[in-house]
Nanobody, 123 residues
Framework: QVQLVESGGGLVQAGASLRLSCAAS????????MAWFRQALGKERELVAA????????YYSDSVKGRFTISRDNAKNTVYLQMSSLRPEDTAVYYC????????????????WGQGTQVTVSS
């Protein structure tokens, strides 16, 4: 089992940057592939970025590619999402998720979830 706690959300203007953090406790996070999802009001939850256990492979959705960077520090049991050039359409609740072993692209692939952190981007 692993517990996930997100932090770093907030209200920013378009063009600004934010860094989200996801702290994992319980079983060591290096056993898990990690991902960031987001869910905007009235919309389905969508995958933003994913990273393998070692960090050697990363995936980004087309909507954030080139603007967001996912990374992890297994020594600190923490995963990050660096968000740059934020747009109003990035406004959503951002969730950290974990699954054992290989990474996945669907929310159903992930077993553990954080409580979410709100990101609001004003125009």
């Amino acid at each position: 089992q692993v517990q996930l706690v997100e932090s770093g959300g907030g209200l920013v203007q378009a063009g600004a940057s934010l860094r989200l953090s996801c702290a994992a406790s319980g079983r060591t996070s290096s056993a898990y592939s990690m991902a960031w999802f987001r869910q905007a009001l009235g919309k389905e939850r969508e995958l933003v970025a994913a990273i393998t256990r070692s960090g050697s492979s990363r995936y980004y959705s087309d909507s954030v590619k080139g603007r967001f960077t996912i990374s992890r520090d297994n020594a600190k049991n923490t995963v990050y999402l660096q968000m740059s050039s934020l747009r109003p359409e990035d406004t959503a609740v951002y969730y950290c998720a974990a699954r054992p072993n290989t990474s996945g692209r669907r929310s159903d692939d992930y077993d553990y979830w954080g409580q979410g952190t709100q990101v609001t981007v004003s125009s």
